[in-house]
């Protein structure tokens, strides 16, 4: 079975700039989160959708971040303009019937 | 809100040592439990869960019990090697949203 795929690895993009990251989730998965992770913290939730609907946005910096999740299979965050702090670890996860979530291996994301 | 608190690290032990990462939890209703762990440049692995209280869940030599008496899911191993360093993260999910603890760097040397 094959994980959850994202894309770019990494991405390095002055402030000001606009950025774009790309998740395919495990196949029928209809939970899919995107996180973020500072160096030395724990990943922080920032949107999570139920197939193309969305669950929690609550902590998502709507002037600046959007998601979507067209179809309820893909799905992309954007972010524009970006800021120094924006500069992390963007994680996505999907999760089917069970509970638990399974992750991709991340875009770093530097904002220089 | 639900919330996570976990020891905090660096957690440093030779290799063969006894680990123990503790992690407690706050949450309404009856949360399952997970140990995320995530090596230098990777993503995040499950590790290993448990969905309800007394459940005990092992995965490579690691165990974690779910005690909902002390609110603790704590995080143990016999003994470490070297390739177990990495980072550990304390995860619950209630209703819906998978929410972590701040995570515990372990490093383990020869």
């Known amino acids: 079975e094959a994980g959850v795929a994202q894309s770019p690895r990494y991405k390095i993009i002055e402030k000001r700039q606009s950025v774009a990251f790309w998740c395919n989730p495990i196949s029928g998965h209809a939970t899919l989160y995107w996180y973020q992770q500072i160096l030395g913290q724990g990943p922080k939730l920032l949107i999570q959708?139920?197939?193309?609907?969305?669950?929690?946005d609550s902590q998502l910096p709507k002037d600046r971040f959007s998601a979507e999740r067209l179809k309820g299979v893909d799905s992309t965050l954007k972010i524009q303009p970006a800021k120094l702090e924006d500069s992390a670890v963007y994680l996505c996860?999907?999760?089917?019937?069970?509970?638990?979530?399974?992750f991709g291996q991340g875009t770093r994301l530097t904002v220089v | 809100g639900n919330s996570v608190t976990q020891m905090e690290g660096p957690v440093t032990l030779s290799e063969e040592a006894f680990l123990t990462i503790n992690c407690t939890y706050t949450?309404?209703?009856?949360?399952?439990l997970f140990w995320y762990v995530q090596y230098p440049g990777e993503g995040l692995q499950l590790l290993l869960k448990a969905t309800k209280a007394d459940d005990k869940g092992s995965n490579k030599g690691f165990e974690a019990t779910y005690r909902k008496e002390t609110t603790s899911f704590h995080l143990e191993k016999g003994s470490v090697q070297v390739s177990d360093s990495a980072v550990y993260f304390c995860a619950l999910t209630g209703y819906s949203t998978l929410t972590f603890g701040k995570g515990t760097m372990l490093l383990v040397s020869p």
């Open positions: 949450a309404t209703g009856y949360p399952s």
């Open positions: 959708f139920q197939n193309n609907g969305v669950v929690d």
């Open positions: 996860a999907s999760s089917g019937r069970g509970p638990e979530a399974f």
